[in-house]
């Protein structure tokens, strides 16, 4: 546009500057050109002003197009340029007048295609100063108006300079672009240094534990080799008592033994000068094993410096423990107490037939996936009344979480992001997630997974419970002992139901509240709690669970759940090291899906479950709005749902909801009434939790 726009200043008001005089001389004139030179003049002069007009026109539109082009296809700036200069000349050449032809009256259409059958002049390459041409005469229209193409030159050369300009500066951003990729490229490489500096560590670590293994060795090796020289000495000891009865035995003899006499002196000699290198041996194997005795010593002060640096260290890692487990907790407060994530589920079977699988009334506009856009795509009537959310257009809402999930989602990616609110069960805190929404939106395949065991498309649930039991391995090394006793419960119809139980209807489930004013916690009556020691035996029940809950069939779903789920972990630890207690509880629920009574088309017990589900949703609702008001009472006793999640909503937890929405456009109504609760929810401050300690 800045182009554009000095290209405009540089062009010259032709219809204005260089528009011909025409001086009446007086002459004497014949009665006919009388007549006829009025016409012709007039005729001249519009022709002229006509064409300088339209040649200005064109010039400002040629150079208005040259911008446009430049902003939006860089590429092909040049050609356009080009064309729109083309284009000019050749409508200059078809506009331009001869004087000969005007004079007469009646040829003006002639006069007009013999001047667009001539060639337009072509511009000098080294265009001559302005002030060194003589003024063209007034009459000298054919000059002027090559002057002015002339000038039109002269413009797209300058045009053509520009272009080259902004190509320099499309290659010197394409060099700071790879200059920004070589430096990510140094920021991977300094990531890669500190992992092989932790590898490193974890090497020395190694050494230390192989000199220990190597001390022990060398020590057991010495020891051997001690015996070896005392037994030795011994041997020699008792080598020298006989040899001394020899000697004394043969100078006995020697009296008698004349004859011997060389004999047993050449052997005396030897048996000395054996004795000799015997003593020398024993005298340096002493030595070697008072030097043994100094190494033993001093390996003996290393292995201690070495155990006070080991208890140091282990000091330190409690402490660092410590600290995690703080910062954990901060972060986890910093993100909210009450955290909404959105997640929509793909087209399945027959919907997606018609629609490519893509979702048209749906979109994500962010790259942070924290934003869902609704836009209704047919006419139908929506009730506009308590609307949360930002509504863009006649038909567009926008609603903001702290994460979205497309249908592209998979189960780990949903996990990756709840597994630091699993972590703060393990810390000591009451962790709560639930699903919410309505029936065939994924809330069950969410929490669960499929019916069908899949790694992969495992759910919230087993994950939750495999993610702390390895987490309880790695924290024995420091010292935390865990204990774990889980349950499992439905309410059906506003009635509590044991599903790790024998299924009796005899027993009587009853929701109390226990403990002291500060710290109460919510239990069942007669309700059936297992201790758990491994991941195997928690998925065992919750296959069990997952048996005995109620499902049916409706036209919404064929495979819906008619009760809210309630999966419950209390988790007791206690550090050896630091005597430090706490006890946590991880609540997983699956809320029923809400439906309208006309389009699930339930009779006789389903009609009943569907008025029970609607009512306990709608008093959460209520609990939800009452808390977010900060009203002075609360309706939590009247529905079993929001009783049992009572603390889970009321201040003493971390908790996170998913709401879970379809992606059928005939859902729509369903959608955004899911969509506004999960608003509010988000918007409700319930207090910060507070860590249980024994």
């Known amino acids: 546009m800045i182009m554009a726009g000095t290209q405009e200043k540089k062009i010259p008001a032709l219809g204005k500057s260089r528009l011909p005089t025409f001086s009446a001389k007086k002459r004497a004139r014949s009665p006919d050109e009388n007549t ?62 001869t004087t000969k032809q005007a004079s007469k009256p009646g040829v003006g259409s002639a006069s007009k295609s013999s001047v667009g059958s001539k060639k337009p ?161 024993l005298e340096q194997s002493v030595s070697a094993g008072r030097e ?150 994924g809330k069950t395949f969410t929490m669960e997974g499929p019916s069908q065991f899949s790694p992969e498309q495992t759910g919230m649930i087993p994950r939750a419970v495999v993610q702390i039991f390895e987490s309880t391995q790695d924290l024995i090394s420091k010292g935390w002992q865990y204990e774990f006793e889980a349950s499992f419960l439905e309410i059906y119809n506003e009635t509590i139901r044991d599903l790790l139980g024998n299924n009796s209807d005899d027993q009587k489930h009853d929701i109390k509240m226990t403990g002291s004013a500060d710290k109460k916690d919510v239990m069942v009556t007669n309700l059936t709690t297992v201790m758990v020691t491994s991941e195997d035996q928690v998925h065992e029940l919750l296959r069990k669970a997952s048996h005995n809950r109620a499902v049916a069939e409706t036209k919404c779903n064929e495979r819906s759940s008619r009760s809210h789920s309630v999966f419950r972990l209390k988790i007791s630890g206690v550090n050896k090291h630091t005597q430090e207690a706490c006890i946590g509880t991880l609540n997983l629920v699956d809320l029923a899906g809400s439906e309208r009574l006309k389009d699930s088309g339930s009779e006789g017990a389903r009609l009943k479950e569907t008025q029970a589900i609607n009512k306990s949703l709608s008093t959460l609702s209520k609990v939800i709005m009452a808390i977010a008001n900060k009203d002075g009472y609360i309706p939590y006793r009247e529905s079993k749902l929001t009783y049992l999640l009572q603390n889970s909503l009321g201040g003493n937890s971390k908790t996170l909801m998913f709401v879970n929405v379809s992606p059928k456009e005939e859902c729509f109504q369903e959608t955004l009434n899911s969509l506004r609760f999960a608003t509010k929810v988000n918007q409700c401050n319930i207090g910060t939790a507070q860590k249980k300690a024994k």
Not at 39 to 46: D, G, L, N, Q, S
Not at 172 to 179: H, K, T
Not at 317 to 331: G, V
């Open 36 to 97: 006829t030179r009025p016409v012709a003049t007039e005729k001249r002069r519009k022709l002229l002003s006509a064409s300088t007009e339209n040649l200005h026109d064109r010039s400002i539109q040629s150079a208005g197009n040259t911008s446009l082009n430049r902003s939006f296809r860089p590429s092909n700036s040049t050609g356009s340029l080009r064309t729109s200069s083309t284009l000019n000349k050749t409508t200059t050449a078809v506009v331009r007048p």
């Open 121 to 281: 002049p072509v511009a000098s390459t080294v265009p001559k100063a302005a002030g060194n041409k003589a003024k063209r005469p007034a009459w000298d229209l054919k000059g002027r108006l090559q002057d002015m193409e002339e000038l039109l030159n002269r413009q797209s050369s300058k045009r053509d300079s520009l272009e080259s300009q902004l190509q320099d500066y499309n290659s010197r951003i394409a060099s700071l672009e790879s200059e920004k990729n070589q430096l990510y490229g140094d920021v991977q490489s300094k990531e890669q240094i500190v992992h092989g500096a932790s590898k490193q560590i974890e090497e020395y670590q190694k050494q230390i534990r192989e000199q220990e293994a190597n001390f022990e060795q060398t020590k057991r090796k010495l020891q051997t080799e001690l015996d070896s020289i005392t037994f030795l000495k011994e041997s020699i000891q008792r080598q020298k008592e006989s040899l001394e009865g020899e000697v004394s035995a043969k100078t006995v003899e020697v009296a008698g033994l004349k004859s011997t006499v060389a004999e047993l002196q050449t052997s005396q000699v030897g048996i000395a000068a054996q004795l000799d290198a015997t003593k020398i041996s």
């Open 292 to 441: 043994k005795d100094k190494e033993i010593s001093e390996l003996k002060q290393m292995v201690a410096a070495m155990q006070d640096t080991i208890e140091k260290y282990k000091i330190k890692e409690q402490e660092h423990e410590t600290m995690r487990r703080k910062l954990h907790n901060t972060i986890q407060e910093l993100k909210g107490n009450i955290r909404v994530f959105c997640r929509v589920r793909p087209l399945l079977g027959e919907e997606l037939l018609g629609s490519d699988g893509t979702i048209n009334h749906m979109a994500f506009p962010d790259a942070d996936s924290k934003m869902l856009e609704l836009e209704k795509m047919s006419d139908a009537g929506l009730n506009e009344s308590c609307l949360t959310a930002n509504r863009k257009g006649n038909n567009k809402y926008e609603f903001a979480f702290d994460k979205v999930f497309n249908p592209d989602s998979t189960q780990g990616q949903v996990f990756e992001e709840i597994c630091q609110l699993v972590q703060s069960a393990l810390d000591g805190y009451n962790v709560c997630i639930f699903a919410y929404g309505q029936t065939g939106s």
